[in-house]
């Protein structure tokens, strides 16, 4: 099979040869999702219920832009589906699935847009904190801002491991080189798909560590894996228990599987090096203060049920200079107890 495209909106009117020409221009292809060749081809229409913006490519590697277009290899229960997504306009996106069943391509587009959270409306969010003392700045110049997630909350739970008291760029290095050896490759499309769970349940922590993984999370991805693989753990039911047993799998692995797996919003991954900074320095005003994970949970208390989204807004600003200096010693973001939490002292009589 040979890979194909199929057109972001169907034009009605007559095709005319200049027309014909123009489409099959590089340019004019690139704004197509490409999709897997195969006998059946799926495409979904969505109007996003609130303003959204077709992301990138992953750091992974795995969501792949193509021209104004973004690809992704995924599995139905082991069939490979290609899912194709563009957006031709503001208030439409369109998705495009090959598979050679109609219900794995519409699942495999329902994971999609789950991992582009298309169709989350997030007016509530909106009309809450929009006028935000911390976050409202950045909520106002950027309410398109979605939570980025994984089409599958193992990918999220592979990738949290990896990314333990190690740089980021440091943890791609790592999740490219066990994509590279252990995900599903098609070989149509030379695409690939993250590694299973039973494949990397397989694999001796040695082999792992290959990877520059430390042995102790080496040895943890292959218990988290087993767990997954054998059905002891579903995480798409947001079943996590059995994973606090497992040694080097504390809170902020597991919030990141809530945050970026499950899509569920009241969480926000508060042990997070970006977060202790970001609100060591608002609490003290101290640029170069660090919080403790208990304040980082207290400040995105004020958030609610919206947690997860008001953190991804926290780094919005904080990376684009949105969180003005005089919020940094506004009382209502100090803790009580502390000396930032006592009234300002009163000038003395001349």
Known sequence: MRTGAVAAARDPRPTTPARDRRATTPAARADRPAVLGGALEVREEVRPPWPFRLGGASMDGLLR?????????????????????????????????????????????????????????????????????????????????RVRRQPDPWETLLGAITEQLIELQRAMEIQRRLIAAFGYRCPHTRMRDAPAAEVIARQAPARLTSFDLAPKRAIAMRRCAAEVAS??????????????????????????????????????????????????????????????????RGFFERYGEWKGLAGAYLVHAA????????????????????????????????
């Open 231 to 296: 059905g002891r753990v579903d995480l798409a039911r947001h079943d996590l228990r059995r994973l606090q047993a497992i040694r080097e799998i504390g809170p902020w692995t597991l919030e990141m599987v809530g945050l970026h797996g499950q899509g569920r919003y009241d969480v926000v991954p508060a042990g997070d090096l970006g977060f202790l900074k970001i609100v060591g320095r608002l609490l003290t005003g101290n640029p170069k203060a660090r919080a403790d994970e208990a304040e980082v």
């Open 65 to 145: 832009r193509r021209g104004a277009a973004l690809q992704r290899l995924l599995r139905i229960d082991g069939e490979p589906v290609l899912v194709g997504i563009v957006q031709p306009a503001n208030d439409r996106v369109v998705f495009a699935a090959r598979a050679t069943t109609e219900a794995a391509a519409r699942a495999g587009i329902a994971r999609m847009r789950f991992a582009t959270a298309v169709d989350d409306d997030l007016r509530p969010f909106y009309d809450r904190f929009h006028d935000d003392p911390v976050i409202g700045r950045a909520v106002r110049a950027n309410p398109r801002l």
């Open 319 to 350: 990376a684009r200079g949105l969180i003005a200096t005089r919020w940094s010693r506004d009382r209502a973001l100090r803790p009580a107890g502390t000396r930032w939490s006592a009234a300002p002292a009163r000038p003395r009589a001349a």
